[in-house]
């Protein structure tokens, strides 16, 4: 299926949280432990505003996943670096969808002006570390036990690129 990006949108709101509480439900990747309502995309675009966040989309528009920054600090001598934000419906990985956002995103995050990307990632999220490592970020710090998710301890590990 041919798949490509382009920025979120209202519409995405259903579909793009859908996709967020599969990993919340299912996974380590997401840290809430419950399903987040709807209004949670609104939370995530108010942060998210001013930096790129984009949607992948099968040829019909329907999304299949999202990437998005945030700030990762709003002090103006942080303004470089950003914390980005992945998920794709669970039928789309390994097959380059998460390459194609991660690239598109790099291009824009460039014109923006930033120059450094952070990701934290679930120790337990073994997937999300060896892809982050192929798309050349390497691990920065890692904060052991701070995640507490259906009653595990887990590390936070973050890794860092620059674009």
Not at 95 to 111: D, I
Request: a negative charge; hydrophobic letters at 40%.
């Amino acid at each position: 299926m041919e798949l490509s990006c382009r920025e979120i949108q209202l519409q995405d709101r259903i579909p793009l949280i859908d996709i967020f509480n599969y990993y919340i439900k299912e996974t380590f990747a997401a840290y809430p432990e419950k399903p987040v309502p709807y209004e949670a995309f609104d939370l995530m675009m108010t942060e998210s505003a001013g930096y790129p966040a984009l949607v992948l989309q099968d040829p019909s528009g329907t999304a299949k996943g999202f990437v998005l920054l945030r700030p990762y600090n709003r002090i103006p001598t942080f303004g470089h670096c950003a914390v980005i934000s992945c998920f794709i419906e669970a039928n789309q990985t390994g097959q380059g969808a998460g390459k194609m956002l991660y690239e598109t995103l790099f291009e824009a995050a460039k014109e923006r002006g930033l120059d450094h990307i952070l990701a934290g990632v679930s120790s337990e999220n073994r997937s999300s570390l060896r892809f982050h490592l192929r798309m050349g970020f390497v691990e920065c710090g890692r904060f052991p036990g701070v995640l507490r998710k259906h009653g595990r301890s887990l590390d936070e590990v973050w890794l860092i690129r620059e674009l």
